[in-house]
C-alpha cells in the first residue's frame, strides 16, 4: 500500500521559511511524479509544485522563485523549500504521488 507522510509543518513569521518533507513508501520504479498541493480554509485544493522521475521541476505562479522542490538520491524523500512566506501561503500541505495518492497533509500557517 503506497505511503505518503508529511512533515514539516509549523507556525511561521511573514518573510520567513520552512521546509516541508514527505517520505514515500515506494520504489523508485513506481514514481512517476511527486507534487505538493495545499488547501487553504474554504478554498479548493491548488497545485503547488510537481518533481517528476527524470528531475524536471513545475512550479504554480504563485509560487515560482520562493519555493523549491527536490528529492533525495533515493527518491524516498521530496522536500518543499518555502522562502519569503506570506500569509496567503498558510494551508494544509499535501504530497501526492502519480496524480493518484495523497499523504494525510501538514499545516503550514505564516502569521505574525
Known amino acids: 500500500q503506497v505511503q505518503l507522510v508529511e512533515s514539516g509543518g509549523a507556525l511561521v513569521q511573514p518573510g520567513g521559511s520552512l521546509r516541508l518533507s514527505c517520505a514515500i513508501s515506494?520504489?523508485?520504479?513506481?514514481?512517476?511524479?511527486i507534487g505538493w498541493y495545499r488547501q487553504a480554509p474554504g478554498e479548493q485544493r491548488e497545485w503547488v509544485a510537481t518533481?517528476?522521475?527524470?528531475?524536471?521541476?513545475d512550479y504554480a505562479g504563485s509560487v515560482k522563485g520562493r519555493f523549491t522542490i527536490f528529492r533525495n538520491n533515493a527518491w524516498n524523500m521530496v522536500y518543499l523549500q518555502m522562502n519569503n512566506l506570506t500569509p496567503e501561503d498558510t494551508a494544509v500541505y499535501y504530497c501526492?504521488?502519480?496524480?493518484?495518492?495523497w499523504g494525510q497533509g501538514t499545516q503550514v500557517t505564516v502569521s505574525s
Open positions: 501526492n504521488m502519480n496524480s493518484i495518492y
Open positions: 515506494e520504489s523508485i520504479f513506481s514514481i512517476y511524479t
Open positions: 518533481i517528476t522521475r527524470g528531475g524536471t521541476t
